[in-house]
């Protein structure tokens, strides 16, 4: 879509457009209600603010639509589709990798109680690898503003990737 297809869309379909890239209600809908925007980049730095901070709820109900690190939704959807090409540097035949994602990712859910979430776009298996392991590590309330963040990481650059 285009940001002047963005701007001229119903609420509605602004909305439902956001949704892939974070699928939060009030960052949806502060994100439609603040148009028109001037520019590309005036969207996603109010992406950016309306992520920060997000709340624990927040990070709770959009991580529900989030794939396991090393499992790639096989759906149709946006969603699916953005979330196989930021794992793109996770190698899935590499049986070591996959091995030691299924494990990280079982400590990460048990500890944490919801899935592992990180940037993947652009990581090696290795670099997300590293990143699980020493995220384990964290209390609950140390891990709760890195995994927020990383959340409005995958938003803007997801919001950035849909626009044309």
């Known amino acids: ?4 297809a963005f701007n001229r869309a119903r609420r509605d379909d602004a909305i439902a457009f956001l949704r892939p890239c974070l699928d939060v209600d009030r960052w949806c809908t502060e994100l439609a209600d603040g148009r028109p925007y001037g520019s590309v980049d005036d969207l996603l730095a109010r992406a950016e603010v309306a ?26 959807g946006a969603g699916a589709a953005m979330s196989r090409a930021e794992q793109a540097g996770v190698d899935p035949t590499d049986a070591e990798v996959a091995a030691a994602l299924a494990e ?15 940037r993947a776009a ?22 709760q ?14 919001l950035k990737g849909l626009l044309r």
Request: charged fraction near 25%.
């Open 51 to 76: 992520a920060s901070p997000l709340t624990p709820a927040e990070v709770d109900a959009a991580l529900a639509h989030h794939p396991r690190i090393g499992e790639r939704p096989s759906g149709a």
């Open 1 to 4: 879509m285009t940001l002047d």
């Open 104 to 118: 990280g990712n079982l400590a990460y859910e048990q500890r944490f109680g919801r899935v592992f979430l990180i």
């Open 145 to 158: 503003p890195v995994v927020a963040d990383q959340l409005r990481q995958i938003a803007v650059l997801r």
């Open 122 to 143: 652009g990581r090696s298996s290795r670099e997300i690898l590293d990143a699980l392991s020493e995220r384990l590590g964290h209390t609950p309330a140390e891990e």
